[in-house]
C-alpha cells in the first residue's frame, strides 16, 4: 500500500495504573521520512517508541504501522487483542535501536548479527552469512566482523547494533537515544549511518537530543512534553522559530 502512512496514530494514549504517559497523541509518518522525537525526560517518547514495537500495549487510540493496526485484530467493528504469532509477525518488520547497545556478549558482531535471521527466520547460516557481512560492511565495520563487543567502542557497538536490526530487514526503524550513552567523539560515526539509512530511504523514527541531525535529516520534528505533542512541523523552521514556550525552554537548553 504505497500510499498509506507507514505509522499512524490516532489519539494514542498510554496509562501505568492512574499515570496517564501518553495523552492522547496523534501523528502521521509516511514512507522513507525520517521524523524526530524530542522533548524533556519523561514526556513519554520512549513509551510511545515501546508502543509501536510491541513492547508497550496502548490504553486508547490506534496505532497503525504500514496500515495494519499494532497488537489488535479488527473484527465485526471490534477489536480482539492479536495472537502472540501474529503480534512477533508484526514486530519482526520493525527494527528498534536503543540507548545501550544490548549486544550479545559472547558472540562476535558477525554473529550478532546473523543471530536473528537464524533464530526467527530459520534460515541456514551459510544463507545469512553474506548478507551479515555486507550489513557490517555498509556500517563501516567490515573489518571488525570477528571482534567481540568487549573489544568494540561504544560507537562501533552500536553501529553493530543498527547491522544488527537491518539483518531483519524492518520496514520501520526506531531509535531511542542511540547516542546518549557514547563518549561526544563517537556520537559522529553512529549520526552518520543513520543519515546514510534515511538517504537509502529507510522509514525512521529517531528519538535524540542532537539538533543538528534533526535539522539535516530529518523531515518532520515533533515536540512532546508531558505526554502530548506540543508542536511540531518541518525542523528547520521549528527550530528557527519554537512558537510554544515549552519548546523554546526546551530548546534553550539543548542548542
Ligand atoms: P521519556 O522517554 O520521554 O523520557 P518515558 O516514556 O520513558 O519518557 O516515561 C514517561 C513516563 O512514564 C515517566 O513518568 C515514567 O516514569 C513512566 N513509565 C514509563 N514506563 C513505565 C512503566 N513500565 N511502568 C510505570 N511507569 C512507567
Ligand atoms: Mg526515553
Do not use: W
Amino acid at each position: 500500500m504505497p500510499d498509506t502512512p507507514m505509522v499512524v496514530a490516532d489519539r494514542v494514549s498510554k496509562s501505568f495504573g492512574s499515570n496517564e504517559v501518553l495523552k492522547s497523541i496523534s501523528l502521521e509518518v509516511k514512507r522513507g521520512e525520517v521524523m524526530c522525537l524530542v522533548g524533556p525526560s519523561g514526556s513519554g517518547k520512549s513509551t510511545f517508541l515501546r508502543c509501536i514495537n510491541h513492547l508497550e500495549v496502548v490504553s486508547a487510540g490506534r496505532l497503525s504501522v504500514d496500515g495494519e493496526l499494532i497488537g489488535y485484530r479488527e473484527a465485526n467493528h471490534k477489536l480482539y487483542e492479536m495472537r502472540p504469532k501474529e503480534a512477533a509477525r508484526q514486530r519482526r518488520d520493525i527494527g528498534m535501536v536503543f540507548q545501550r547497545f544490548n549486544l550479545f556478549p559472547h558472540m562476535t558482531a558477525l554473529q550478532n548479527v546473523m543471530e536473528a535471521p537464524i533464530r526467527v527466520k530459520g534460515l541456514s547460516k551459510a544463507g545469512v552469512e553474506a548478507n551479515a557481512r555486507a550489513l557490517l560492511a555498509r556500517v563501516g565495520l567490515a573489518e571488525r566482523a570477528d571482534y567481540y563487543p568487549a573489544h568494540l567502542s561504544g560507537g562501533q557497538q552500536q553501529r553493530v547494533a543498527i547491522a544488527r536490526a537491518l539483518a531483519m530487514e524492518p520496514k520501520l526503524m526506531l531509535f531511542d537515544e542511540p547516542t546518549s550513552a557514547l563518549d561526544p567523539e563517537l556520537v559522529g560515526e553512529v549520526l552518520d549511518v543513520m543519515q546514510g539509512l534515511a538517504r537509502d530511504g529507510m522509514t525512521m523514527i529517531v528519538v535524540t537530543h542532537e539538533m543538528g541531525f534533526a535539522r539535516e535529516v530529518a523531515d518532520s520534528l515533533v515536540f512532546m512534553d508531558g505526554g502530548v505533542v506540543v508542536e511540531s512541523g518541518v525542523p528547520t523552521e521549528v527550530l528557527a522559530n519554537p512558537q510554544h514556550h515549552r519548546t523554546q525552554a526546551f530548546l534553550s537548553k539543548v542548542l
